[in-house]
């Protein structure tokens, strides 16, 4: 049997019973589509994370104050109060390294303005935090070095905040007050609206004076967090060891193991971040792949089906002298045109199910190219190998006992 006659007697076989091709097929298609989504939803979560990450600040380490353990109880990282401006001084002047360095402290406050309020984040922050963290102002300025000497009792508001203290349609808040606890602060900025994250809203916050938050707000001298950008990404792991280095011999601390703070790569938390999104898209995507069992079975079942069907046909076929691999080829074909045409179908419906996806629920959608190879790689492994036990079955038909089977 040459290749033309072997393409007729396929679509012969396979449109024969329209209905009952289309629903097996129907089981690879719905099959292959929900791996090609489960697969680019995994891949857009874990885009949307490593972006919203990014957006806080490229090649950044964080320095934040160690445990503090009372009695050999650890109460966390961050517990004790170990950080000054002194700190992060004495490491933007020897940290060679280091091309930004931010002090920060934050603490939550009750915020009004003209009779409405809200429960937001306060920063206090210095003018170099706007490169380290990637903040840009919409509206107005930032906090300068002038703020900072006069300890001025100016704000920097985010769009959300701006929405919550003014309403909707507020257009220019320069310049109106506002009072975070017990003090009033003029507004002189807005930033620009970055979204909400896993890792909390950069809208839904407040910037003021580093020194103005430490006097009226903190009430101590003490720091949250030093942030330190580096020159670049390959020199991370170098100012990583610059800081230890410095603050060890700043804190008059001999023994690393005893070091009152903790060094937070940035890259290492989107490592962590892309490790588990990676196990989530693996598990969404072996979910799926159980549909594609499924599916297969169903194919398998068609073509024993079809076996019983045609056995007088196979009969008749082995009589004039169709060899034992001619029959096995074509049941095998047949079930492998199936699963390729639901894999065609499942690709293109899993490519539209994605967008769609990505569409309501606002994910960056990645429709990989390793997915669809994937998917239709899978497709054509389980035409072969739920279409070969049926293909296996046919050639071994008998040919006298199959032309005389009613």
Do not use: C
């Given at each position: 049997?040459?290749?033309?006659?072997?393409?007729?007697?396929?679509?012969?076989?396979?449109?024969?019973?329209?209905?009952?091709?289309?629903?097996?097929?129907?089981?690879?298609?719905?099959?292959?589509?929900?791996?090609?989504?489960?697969?680019?939803?995994?891949?857009?979560?874990?885009?949307?994370?490593?972006?919203?990450?990014?957006?806080?600040?490229?090649?950044?380490?964080?320095?934040?104050?160690?445990?503090?353990?009372?009695?050999?109880?650890?109460?966390?990282?961050?517990?004790?109060?170990?950080?000054?401006?002194?700190?992060?001084?004495?490491?933007?002047?020897?940290?060679?390294?280091?091309?930004?360095?931010?002090?920060?402290?934050?603490?939550?406050?009750?915020?009004?303005?003209?009779?409405?309020?809200?429960?937001?984040?306060?920063?206090?922050?210095?003018?170099?935090?706007?490169?380290?963290?990637?903040?840009?102002?919409?509206?107005?300025?930032?906090?300068?070095?002038?703020?900072?000497?006069?300890?001025?009792?100016?704000?920097?508001?985010?769009?959300?905040?701006?929405?919550?203290?003014?309403?909707?349609?507020?257009?220019?808040?320069?310049?109106?007050?506002?009072?975070?606890?017990?003090?009033?602060?003029?507004?002189?900025?807005?930033?620009?609206?970055?979204?909400?994250?896993?890792?909390?809203?950069?809208?839904?916050?407040?910037?003021?004076?580093?020194?103005?938050?430490?006097?009226?707000?903190?009430?101590?001298?003490?720091?949250?967090?030093?942030?330190?950008?580096?020159?670049?990404?390959?020199?991370?792991?170098?100012?990583?060891?610059?800081?230890?280095?410095?603050?060890?011999?700043?804190?008059?601390?001999?023994?690393?193991?005893?070091?009152?703070?903790?060094?937070?790569?940035?890259?290492?938390?989107?490592?962590?971040?892309?490790?588990?999104?990676?196990?989530?898209?693996?598990?969404?995507?072996?979910?799926?792949?159980?549909?594609?069992?499924?599916?297969?079975?169903?194919?398998?079942?068609?073509?024993?089906?079809?076996?019983?069907?045609?056995?007088?046909?196979?009969?008749?076929?082995?009589?004039?002298?169709?060899?034992?691999?001619?029959?096995?080829?074509?049941?095998?074909?047949?079930?492998?045109?199936?699963?390729?045409?639901?894999?065609?179908?499942?690709?293109?419906?899993?490519?539209?199910?994605?967008?769609?996806?990505?569409?309501?629920?606002?994910?960056?959608?990645?429709?990989s190219l390793f997915s669809i190879i994937l998917a239709f790689g899978v497709s054509t492994l389980i035409g072969i190998v739920f279409g070969y036990y049926p293909a296996?079955?046919?050639?071994?038909?008998?040919?006298?006992?199959?032309?005389?089977?009613?």
């Amino acid at each position: 049997m040459n290749i033309t006659d072997l393409f007729h007697e396929i679509y012969s076989a396979i449109t024969a019973n329209k209905v009952r091709s289309g629903l097996t097929v129907l089981g690879i298609v719905i099959g292959i589509a929900s791996v090609i989504a489960m697969i680019s939803i995994g891949q857009g979560a874990q885009n949307s994370i490593q972006a919203s990450i990014e957006s806080m600040g490229s090649n950044l380490l964080i320095v934040r104050p160690g445990a503090q353990s009372i009695r050999g109880v650890s109460y966390g990282r961050g517990s004790i109060q170990s950080l000054t401006l002194d700190d992060a001084e004495y490491i933007e002047e020897k940290a060679l390294s280091a091309k930004a360095v931010s002090p920060e402290v934050s603490t939550r406050s009750q915020v009004t303005a003209k009779g409405t309020n809200t429960n937001t984040t306060i920063y206090g922050v210095t003018p170099e935090y706007m490169d380290v963290r990637n903040v840009q102002v919409a509206e107005g300025s930032f906090i300068s070095d002038q703020n900072i000497r006069s300890l001025t009792k100016v704000a920097v508001i985010g769009p959300t905040v701006k929405i919550d203290l003014f309403g909707e349609n507020a257009t220019n808040v320069l310049g109106q007050k506002i009072r975070i606890g017990s003090n009033r602060f003029t507004i002189i900025g807005v930033t620009v609206e970055k979204g909400g994250t896993g890792f909390g809203s950069q809208d839904d916050l407040i910037y003021i004076p580093i020194t103005t938050a430490q006097r009226f707000l903190i009430g101590n001298s003490y720091v949250s967090s030093i942030n330190v950008k580096a020159v670049d990404s390959e020199s991370m792991d170098f100012l990583n060891q610059e800081l230890t280095s410095l603050l060890l011999t700043k804190h008059n601390i001999r023994d690393p193991q005893l070091a009152d703070f903790s060094i937070l790569n940035q890259a290492d938390i989107i490592d962590t971040a892309s490790s588990v999104t990676q196990t989530l898209t693996i598990l969404l995507g072996a979910i799926a792949g159980i549909s594609l069992i499924v599916g297969g079975i169903g194919i398998m079942n068609m073509m024993l089906t079809s076996v019983t069907e045609r056995t007088r046909e196979i009969g008749l076929r082995k009589a004039i002298g169709a060899k034992r691999a001619d029959i096995s080829n074509q049941f095998l074909m047949e079930a492998i045109a199936l699963t390729l045409v639901g894999g065609i179908l499942g690709i293109v419906l899993g490519w539209v199910g994605a967008l769609v996806i990505g569409g309501f629920t606002g994910l960056d959608m990645s429709i990989s190219l390793f997915s669809i190879i994937l998917a239709f790689g899978v497709s054509t492994l389980i035409g072969i190998v739920f279409g070969y036990y049926p293909a296996r079955q046919a050639a071994k038909l008998n040919p006298i006992q199959a032309l005389r089977y009613e």
